[in-house]
């Protein structure tokens, strides 16, 4: 017993100091701008500041390929040039509607280009960066006109502006990144971690859930996040896989977004597994996984018994089934889980208000479906 609660004890002083709420351990806020707003001197507020940096890299591409700002904000853009083929390259910010016509002069510049650094002439250009050579750094600094709207971001050297370009909101809804039309198609498929590969496994931080997740694009159009600190499922959504980013180009410790709302969310602090008869289970330890197939097969342990779990789609897209091996238990297993938005049935047993009790030969190998009931 004592060993029992001093492991409890150490679980608990391992929890990050931040949690006000034991599941959702991540900062709340997801890092959707990288506008920081300047601390209040006084009584005057002054106007928003904007810091930006983004990297010119290689196959012509702006990284990020999008940001927010607001109409007034001063907006500092740190470029740096990290094409590793060597290509020199500038940024161009255009008002909204006037990236093909900023595109279509600089490529009629011809033997004028080089002299202008391949920027034409044009009221449309709101900023600009001088040339920068490979390996080149530079800062400009502009103000976001008063209109709201989509400013264009290119490269202006010939042959570029048609795949090299961005886009700045301001003042104006950012879709979702698999949906934006305003950023090359590579730049949105660069952002989603296995590039729109499905099945597709990635360890990230994601958002209402615990520091170690994982989140999984299943074959079809489901996708998942599963907390490794609590070796359960956290929720499902369906569309689009994660957008990462905001974790790539910070220090690494951003959480990624997920583009949809969930369909189902585990309940909060509950664990869906409980050894009967064997007193109340301490916290379930992860000990690892496996890809097989492009999927994960989770390894944890439950009061001294092996877990093996792989989370697959039901037919047709219909929800997912939670495939789970537990060979060698002792004692009746209970199971419970939320209903939220789903149906739930299992292989053996049978669901009672949520709750299930499978014999120890039953546990060894059963399957929990959650079928997705809202409307679609
Ligand atoms: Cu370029």
């Not at 008002?95 to 033997?111: A, N």
Request: hydrophobic residues 40%; contains cysteine.
């Amino acid at each position: 017993m004592k060993l029992a609660a001093s492991f409890l004890l150490l679980t608990c002083a391992a929890a990050p100091a931040f949690a006000a709420d034991p599941d959702a351990p991540n900062p709340p806020t997801p890092p959707q701008s990288t506008a920081t707003a300047t601390p209040k001197p006084g009584k005057t507020a002054k106007k928003k500041q904007v810091k930006v940096k983004i990297a010119m890299r290689d196959g012509m591409r702006f990284e990020p390929p999008r940001f927010v700002a607001n109409p007034g904000d001063e907006v500092s853009v740190s470029l740096e040039n990290a094409d590793s083929t060597h290509q020199p390259h500038n940024f161009l910010v255009l008002l909204p509607g006037k990236r093909d016509e900023v595109v279509k002069q600089s490529l009629e510049l011809g033997d004028k280009g080089p002299a202008q650094e391949f920027i034409p002439v044009n009221p449309a250009i709101i900023a600009h960066s001088a040339l920068l050579n490979p390996e080149g750094a530079k800062t400009i600094h502009f103000t976001m006109p008063s209109e709201p709207g989509i400013y264009p971001f290119i490269c202006s050297m010939p042959g570029h502006g048609m795949i090299m370009y961005g886009a700045i909101y301001s003042g104006v809804k950012m879709p979702a990144l698999s949906e934006d039309q305003n950023i090359p198609p590579m730049a949105a498929q660069v952002a989603t971690p296995g590039g729109g590969r499905r099945p597709f496994a990635q360890r990230i931080f994601m958002p209402n859930s615990g520091p170690a997740s994982i989140a999984v694009a299943l074959p079809g159009n489901l996708n998942y996040c599963w907390d490794a600190g609590q070796c359960r499922l956290r929720y499902t959504w369906r569309g689009p896989f994660i957008d990462a980013s905001a974790h790539w180009l910070g220090n690494g410790r951003e959480l990624a977004s997920v583009p949809k709302e969930p369909w189902w969310s585990a309940e909060k602090g509950k664990f869906p597994l409980k050894i009967a008869d064997a007193g109340p289970s301490p916290a379930a330890k992860f000990l690892g996984y496996k890809i097989a197939a492009g999927l994960p097969e989770f390894h944890y342990e439950v009061a001294g018994a092996e877990v093996f779990e792989t989370i697959t789609p039901a037919p047709g897209d219909t929800g997912l089934v939670l495939h789970y091996r537990i060979p060698k238990l002792a004692h009746p297993l209970e199971f419970s889980l939320a209903p939220a938005n789903a149906k739930i049935a299992s292989s053996a047993g049978a669901f009672d208000s949520g709750n299930l009790r499978l014999t120890p030969s039953q546990a060894a190998d059963f399957t929990v479906t959650l079928t997705d009931t809202t409307p679609r």
